[in-house]
Structures are given as C-alpha cells and as structure tokens.
C-alpha cells in the first residue's frame, strides 16, 4: 500500500507570514487533490493537479505537483485566519481498492 | 442547497444501539463512498458504490451496514458497535467511481461517539 507523508503534522504561523506544506511519496500518481477540512465539517476540494511539474494558483494559494507526480507542495502567502483548517492530499492512481490514498494531513492555525 | 449532506451530524449511542446514518447528493453522481476519519490516521476507505452496485468493501466488520437504493442516498446502518469505532464518517460522491482524476466531493461528516 502507498503511503502520502504529509509535512508537517502542524504548524502555527502569524497572520501575514507565508507558509509550505508538503506531501511526498514513493509512488507515481496520475494525479493530486488538495482539500481543506475545516473542524466539524467535511474536506473541501481546492484542486487537482495532473501533469508533472504543474503550477495551480487560487487567490494566495500556489500548488505544485512535482516533475516525477510523486509530491505536490502548497504554498500560502500572506496567510489569513480564514486559511486555517486540516490540508489533506490525496494521490489518485486509477480505479480499484487503492486507488485513492490520503494523507494524515497537516493542521494549520493562523494566529491574528 | 450542499451538494451532499449527511445526517445526523452527531451521534451518540451505546454498544447495543442499533442507528443509521443517512448521506444524500443533489450533484447527479454516480459513485458515492462511505469513509472513517479518526485522529492521527488517514481517510479510511469503507465502501463505494457506483451505480448502486457495491463495487468495494475494504474489509469493513459487518457490524457495519451499507445501503444505496438509488444513485442519490446512501445508508450506514451500524449494530454492536464498539468504542473504536468512534470517528468522523464522511460521505463523498464523485461523477463516476474515482471519475478522471479521482475528485470527490464530501457531506460534512456524522460524528460518531460510542460508549
């Protein structure tokens, strides 16, 4: 079974700082999601990326899916306490049984 | 009107109890799924459905139940549950099973609590 390692775990940053989460493995993916979880409700899809090497950006948020599409990165900009949440990645190989593996995630709190 | 909502949002119950818990999707899916999210572990995948045909049960104990009448709900009936089995479980449909690019689109969760 694959296993998408998230970096890291948590991280509690000042509004305004800018910040880089990871999510890295040993497996190929055809492609990547990014959600947001916030506390007491579901993971809110904020992307996909498909091709290796591809630059997504939504309003502060940059995602990048590695050349090889086995990590993906986001980087938030000057970050808000809105953007606070569970970051989940996802890697999607195909169908079947394993076809889509999650990472534990990475909790961020922005401070105001 | 959320795309997939899911109901109760919170429930308790006792060992013996036996409840339900009821997912709906207003998105036109084909595909829904049922996961378990506990603490400091992954999204578990429980079942998937697609076309109202299981398609997977990752070795999910049978004191867990799914249902899918029709393409729009989806049931957990859970009996003799234990402790353990207290997490966050989260509903997800997807246009088809994993479509494309694997995008699902979650309920808000129903918090379990056993005792």
């Known amino acids: 079974t694959q296993l998408l390692e998230q970096s890291p775990q948590f991280l509690s940053i000042q509004e305004g700082e800018n910040l880089t989460v990871y999510c890295n493995s040993s497996?190929?993916?055809?492609?990547l999601q990014w959600y947001r979880q916030e506390p007491g409700e579901g993971p809110v899809l904020l992307v996909t990326v498909v091709t290796g090497g591809e630059v997504k950006k939504l309003k502060r948020l940059t995602f990048q899916f590695g050349d090889a599409r086995k990590d993906s990165s986001l980087h938030i900009t000057a970050a808000q306490p809105g953007d606070t949440g569970l970051y989940l990645c996802?890697?999607?190989?195909?169908?079947?049984?394993?076809?889509?593996?999650f990472g534990k995630g990475t909790h961020l709190i922005i401070q105001p | 009107e959320t795309g997939v909502t899911q109901t109760p949002r919170h429930l308790v119950m006792g060992m013996t109890n036996k409840k339900s818990l009821k997912c709906e999707q207003h998105l036109g899916h084909n595909a829904m799924y049922w996961y378990k999210q506990s603490a400091k572990k992954p999204l578990e995948l429980m079942f998937v459905y697609s076309l109202e045909e299981r398609v997977e049960n990752n070795s999910v104990p049978s004191r867990f139940s799914p249902e899918c009448p029709n393409s729009s709900h989806l049931f957990l009936h859970l009996h003799t549950l234990q402790p353990e089995d207290s997490a966050l479980y989260l509903c997800a449909s997807s246009q088809d099973r994993y479509g494309f690019t694997g995008e699902l689109f979650f309920g808000e969760g129903s918090r379990l609590t056993v005792l």
């Open positions: 996802a890697g999607f190989r195909g169908g079947g049984a394993d076809g889509l593996t």
């Open positions: 497996s190929v993916f055809s492609s």
